[in-house]
């Protein structure tokens, strides 16, 4: 090969090589740039990044109308949350062997103090559900009843039939006994609320959201208010009750004068010897009673 010839040869491998070389950059450079933009694309849309609800949603669409699970934690539990309760409560939900023991229609200055006097002795504590107007004329037997650690109840003012009250006449009777409780009961303003005769109107439910109460009927009904007899009084609670019952009984009666009569509709002495009856037996087959929590 003559010199012209090696040098044309030397400068044509020369070209090539360098062709080959830029290509390989080129394509090198693609790939980097490639890469660039997947890892920035999020950058160029930062919706899901600013907003987390909206990318909460994606994979859990919500139902229409349905508030975000941040919502509630907006509102303090403690306040009333103004949803009208769906029912009342029938049981109470604690232990496998746990009752609630409830006295309605007091406070009386005669059987409430018998009716505590017992639930020291067998050591239970209760819930008692007021009447506005007993409270007016007894403010101390609502006291003795709140120093024996028991919980307190609203029974309305009068203990009408609700179902023939107005709205007003229904928040008139819920919020005067509410208040009075309070101020004759060291300042507990009670969170339950039971209609007379286990009655509740719509009007009282939808008082109950709105006032912060809890709607509480009960399970175990001896019917002791009609008098039957003590032993009728004790075969129905002892007959019925199952953990989580919640039993009604009655201390007391809408009194017209300062004390109930004996022998008359305001007579609860077989309620109080019942009392003593049956806690004992039921203490002793395992049931423990717990007072309805003002706070669940």
């Known amino acids: 090969m003559t010199d012209r010839q090696c040098e044309l040869s030397r400068r044509l491998l020369l070209t090539a090589g360098g062709m080959t070389l830029f ?7 693609s790939e980097s740039g490639t890469a660039k933009n997947t ?9 899901p990044a600013s907003s987390p609800a909206s990318s909460s949603a994606a994979p859990t669409p919500q139902p229409a109308g349905t508030p975000t699970p941040a919502a509630p934690s907006t509102a303090p539990s403690a306040k009333p949350s103004g949803k009208t309760p769906a029912e009342p409560e029938y049981y109470v939900h604690g232990g496998p062997m746990e009752l609630a023991l409830t006295l309605d229609d007091g406070p009386s200055p005669v059987y409430t103090p018998q ?41 309305t003012w009068s203990h009408p039939d609700l179902g023939t009250l107005s709205a007003g006449q229904t928040r008139d009777e819920m919020e005067r006994t509410s208040d009075i409780i309070a ?25 109950c959201g709105e006032l912060g ?16 007899g003590t032993q009728k009084i004790v075969d129905e609670v002892l007959g019925h009750a199952r953990a989580g019952s919640i039993i009604l009984d009655h201390d ?3 009194l017209k004068g300062t004390a109930p009569v004996p022998g008359s509709p305001e007579d609860r002495s077989q309620t109080v010897a019942a009392l003593d009856t049956y806690l004992p037996r039921l203490i002793g087959d395992g049931y423990r009673f717990t007072a309805l929590d003002p706070a669940a």
């Open 183 to 207: 101020r004759s009961g060291r300042g507990q303003r009670p969170t339950l609320f039971r209609a007379p005769g286990g009655f509740f109107t719509h009007a009282s439910m939808a008082l």
């Open 39 to 47: 890892a920035t694309a999020p950058e160029s849309n930062p919706a």
């Open 115 to 155: 009716v505590l006097a017992i639930l020291r002795r067998h050591g239970v504590t209760a819930t008692f559900f007021l009447i506005g107007a007993n409270v007016e004329k007894f403010p101390d037997i609502v006291r003795q009843i709140v120093d024996d650690g028991h919980h307190l109840g609203n029974h």
């Open 252 to 254: 007391g009666s809408l």
């Open 23 to 29: 290509s390989a950059c080129g394509t090198v450079g």
């Open 213 to 228: 109460l809890r709607p509480v009927s009960w399970s175990v009904d001896p019917r002791d208010w009609s008098r039957p």
